[in-house]
């Protein structure tokens, strides 16, 4: 199935889907509240990222920033932290919460068009957002560019199948929609490695167990629709009614279960362009 093509309109991207922290807000809060994992997903993250004491770091796609904002304490003093997001609307919240440390700087940047001289940054992640680059070849270029000679990169991002039993429920509750909501086709735990390998000498994959137990209904009903496929295709005034139909499997065994596929690879060995 080719991925929604909404996934890679950076107008769309930054101005409606990104253009707050709203949409990504309500999907973090599901993870967080409903997760049946034992480690936070922000502890996974921080789990994988390398010592960056004296380091130069390099986000892409940082979003609100929530993983940097999360182990904000965990870093050394002495750490450089570049965060960058294709929306300003997604940077304004980040901003407030790290107003003030020095080893932050926030940039409303491009990912395929990086304002950075070559052989810049240790370590550079670009996180559930390679599937939103209309070319994800030309932000690699980039990436290895930046990147010094001994340099790494960890890329974060979902499984093919990544929340089914979610798209399988939404089209019970409205068939017309059926289909899957992931935005992550085009970049995922599936492909990934085949397309990073072009650029790296080695990628190792490491998967995040953190399946959800839902077990309030409106929650749910909030993330639905804050996926752009709910929003092209389910109409607003059936929030209500999605809510009673979450409701009723609720009541019936005690909360939903949905399904997760999510992790991360890690790539050594920068092929230099």
Not at 234 to 256: C, E, H, N, T, Y
Request: net charge negative.
């Amino acid at each position: 199935m080719d991925s929604d093509p909404f996934s890679t309109d950076r107008d769309y991207l930054r101005q409606v889907q990104y253009g707050s922290a709203n949409n990504l807000n309500a999907r973090i809060q599901i993870h967080k509240r409903f997760t049946k994992s034992t480690q936070a997903w922000e502890d996974f993250i921080f789990e994988h990222l390398p010592d960056l004491s004296g380091k130069r770091l390099l986000a892409l796609g940082c979003g609100n920033a929530t993983q940097w904002r999360a182990n904000q304490h965990r870093f050394a003093p002495d750490a450089q932290i570049v965060l960058t997001d294709l929306s300003e609307g997604m940077l304004a919240e980040a901003r407030a919460d790290l107003m003030g440390d020095n080893r932050f700087t926030l940039l409303c940047m491009d990912a395929a068009n990086l304002e950075f001289q070559d052989n810049n940054f240790d370590f550079v992640t670009a996180n559930h957002m390679l599937y939103h680059v209309p070319d994800i070849n030309q932000t690699l270029t980039e990436v290895t560019r930046v990147l010094k000679p001994d340099g790494a990169m960890m890329a974060a991002t979902n499984g093919a199948n990544y929340m089914v039993d979610l798209d399988l429920l939404l089209t019970e509750f409205w068939p017309e929609y059926g289909g899957l909501h992931t935005m992550s086709l085009k970049f995922n735990l599936l492909n990934g490695a085949e397309q990073l390998q072009a650029w790296f000498g080695e990628v190792e994959k490491k998967l995040y167990s953190g399946d959800l137990w839902v077990t309030e209904a409106q929650p749910l009903v909030d993330y639905a629709f804050s996926l752009p496929r709910v929003q092209q295709l389910i109409p607003l005034d059936q929030k209500d009614a999605m809510r009673v139909f979450f409701q009723v499997r609720i009541d019936q065994s005690g909360g939903i279960l949905i399904r997760k596929e999510t992790g991360l690879f890690l790539a050594n060995q920068p092929k230099k362009p």
